[in-house]
């Protein structure tokens, strides 16, 4: 019997924005939940694969390679929010129009508030409480819950992705549903 040869692997980084952004970009924005930042770790993925593609020894795919390069990139962001400098660098964007525009750095923020501000801060305290019963969700849970309902990845994609069937798919959302209405029952409305 003889050995499988190992199909050989290249890199061609002028296709991969076509072939692997959108991809990537799901892949983070599960991971990380915001879009700008998803955006930004996908392009820094690609100038890293770009500066360290002499290192790519064709033993993987170029999506494995990227996607390995990614989650190093994923982990570095929260290794920096989770750190005592990270977090001073924190900015909070208030304004998008108008001479007020740009951001703020949190403990600088504006003291006066009107009422349509009362109401998007308690949108966001809503929508922060969402991400937390999400955040306690078992992490797969957590994971197919954001594909399917937040960045409505097809079903069939993610099962491709995860290795799951449909079937269980739907348990996972159905049991992901079950807990994030315990969840916001206990700390949002009955407050």
Known sequence: MSEPT???????PNKWI????????NYTI???NNYDISKDLVQETFFAGLKSAKNFQGKASERTWLISILKRKIIDHYRKINS???QAEVRMNFYSDGENEGNWIEER???SWDNEAEKQIEN???HNQIDACIDHLPEKHAM???MKTIQEIDTEDICKELD???SNLWVIIHRARTQLRKCLEENWFNN
């Open 18 to 25: 076509d072939k692997y952004s959108d991809y990537l970009f």
């Open 84 to 86: 005592k400098k990270g």
């Open 124 to 126: 966001v305290e809503l």
């Open 109 to 111: 923020v504006p003291q």
């Open 6 to 12: 190992l199909t050989e692997h290249k890199l061609d």
């Open 144 to 146: 197919v819950f954001r």
């Open 30 to 32: 599960v991971r990380v």
């Open 164 to 166: 799951i069937t449909s």
